[in-house]
């Protein structure tokens, strides 16, 4: 009965947006919000995708874990100047909230806390796969990338919430093509690729649709070439997720 219905929640998590969201929060850190916000990018593909209106919050609080956000009042629509709740909640951790024991689990009973809170008003929860740093930065570690899926993939079958695989399409991208620059120079942040990329996988989670043929190109600054490469991947992470999460 067990393994039935956690197969049967994630079936849930992965098809819950049957109509597509007309309000969306990101709360997070600086991961978002570099490049003009991951959010902006996400609002212009889903207009495009859906030819629609969609309306998209950031709320982010630079070097933050997701328990230094006032869920609360998060959660009061008119707190984020809005006349309707929002439909969609995407929930993005602490980098560092990877690497021990101890901090996966103090990001996965924040994130049931604050997903269950976001429920009982009806709103889908996400969470927002981090990235893995790069040697540029002091914190590196080798395929780091391990930890982050086991924590995001507990967290998200603790929490019925759809795992948005953005560090699993870095990782594609950057085994594709080693000299892509995703990261920033500080090898921690995203740079303007990257935040793309993440976006692209936003969109791809939520649609369950390849971002594959959307014109967006963030006012020209992003080349085709680059543009239909980190689609591809974003797409691609997608899938791969799914088929791990369907495996567990």
Do not use: C
């Not at 901090?103 to 981090?130: C, D, P, R, S, W």
Request: overall charge neutral.
């Amino acid at each position: 009965m067990k393994i039935i219905k956690t197969a049967l929640l994630f079936f849930l998590a992965w098809s819950i947006n049957a109509e597509q969201p007309k309000n969306i929060l990101f709360v997070g850190n600086s991961y978002l919000y570099y490049n003009n916000s991951v959010h902006n990018y996400v609002e212009f593909m889903l207009r495009e995708h859906y030819a629609s209106d969609i309306d998209t919050k950031l709320s982010t609080i630079g070097g933050s874990r997701l328990h230094h956000h006032n869920i609360d009042h998060l959660l009061d629509f008119k707190n984020l100047n809005l006349d309707q709740q929002i439909d969609l909640l995407i929930m993005q951790g602490g980098s560092a909230q990877v690497t021990t024991k101890e901090n996966q689990e103090e990001f996965i009973t924040t994130a049931v806390n604050y997903a269950k809170k976001a429920q009982n008003l009806g709103i889908t929860t996400a969470l927002y796969m981090t990235h893995a740093y790069t040697k540029a930065d002091s914190r590196y570690e080798p395929n780091l990338i391990k930890k982050i899926k086991t924590t995001y993939y507990s967290a998200g079958e603790a929490s019925n919430s759809i795992v948005i695989p953005v560090g699993m399409a870095y990782e594609l991208a950057y085994a594709a093509r080693p000299n892509i620059k995703l990261h920033h120079v500080d090898g921690t942040h995203p740079g303007p690729l990257g935040t793309y990329l993440a976006a692209a996988t936003v969109l791809a989670s939520i649609t369950k649709e390849s971002p594959v043929g959307l014109e967006f190109n963030y006012y020209d600054s992003i080349s085709n070439d680059d543009r239909v490469f980190l689609q591809e991947m974003a797409w691609k992470a997608y899938l791969q997720s799914k088929k791990e999460l369907s495996l567990k």
